[in-house]
């Protein structure tokens, strides 16, 4: 059902701006939503890059797991586990995103002469398998933000491309109409007029 409308000149000006605001705008909503597309999909190329990483180094660490109860005292998980997770923003197209800066590690002090060779190595492994699984949390974030904006991004320009723009348009064709009959209708009555006129004479 169409919009009511008045079908006056004043009418025919608005919508004709409202037209030229919707055409102006949609040009920059289909630049954000690429962009936020692009961003997206790095993000997943990036999220499936550090699950291959994480995979094959996991691979690596379960080698040590038979042997990491607690080795000579020391709280390997403990230090394993990151003290600070760096994360700063990063704007696409507006958006605000998380971005993974890092992560920091409390020094880890133990007897090098009282604990097994492979432990510096095993804690190595395990502090990159907590990295990439920081990263990987931050990312899925990312993604989420990402996500979430696309699909307003791509609600606002189908709401503009395939309801805002041909109301628009059929609202000018309506009123357009209108105003021709209205001006052919003017026409004919001064001829009428006219016409008895110069009869009267």
Do not use: H
């Amino acid at each position: 059902m169409a919009k009511r409308i008045n079908l006056t000149r004043p009418e025919l000006k608005r919508q004709r701006d409202i037209l030229a605001r919707f055409q102006r705008y949609l040009p920059m909503l289909k630049l954000k939503q690429q962009l936020l597309q692009v961003g997206l999909r790095d993000t997943d190329t990036r999220i499936e890059q550090i699950k291959e990483k994480y995979s094959a180094l996991e691979n690596i660490f379960s080698s040590y797991v038979q042997v990491l109860n607690e080795p000579a005292g020391v709280p390997f998980n403990q230090l394993a586990t990151p003290s600070q997770v760096n994360v700063g923003n990063e704007n696409i197209a507006g958006v605000e995103v998380p971005v993974y800066e890092g992560v920091r590690f409390d020094e880890a002090q133990y007897s090098l002469f009282a604990t097994p060779p492979w432990l510096d190595r095993a804690l190595a492994d395990r502090r990159s398998l907590t990295e990439l699984n920081s990263e990987l949390e931050v990312l899925r974030m990312r993604r989420a933000v990402l996500a979430r904006e696309l699909a307003r991004a791509l609600q606002r320009v189908n709401l503009f491309e395939k309801v805002r723009i041909p109301e628009a348009l059929e609202a000018i064709r309506r009123i357009r109409i209108q105003l021709g009959d209205e001006m052919s209708a003017a026409v004919g009555r001064a001829k009428i007029a006219k016409e008895r006129l110069i009869s009267s004479v």
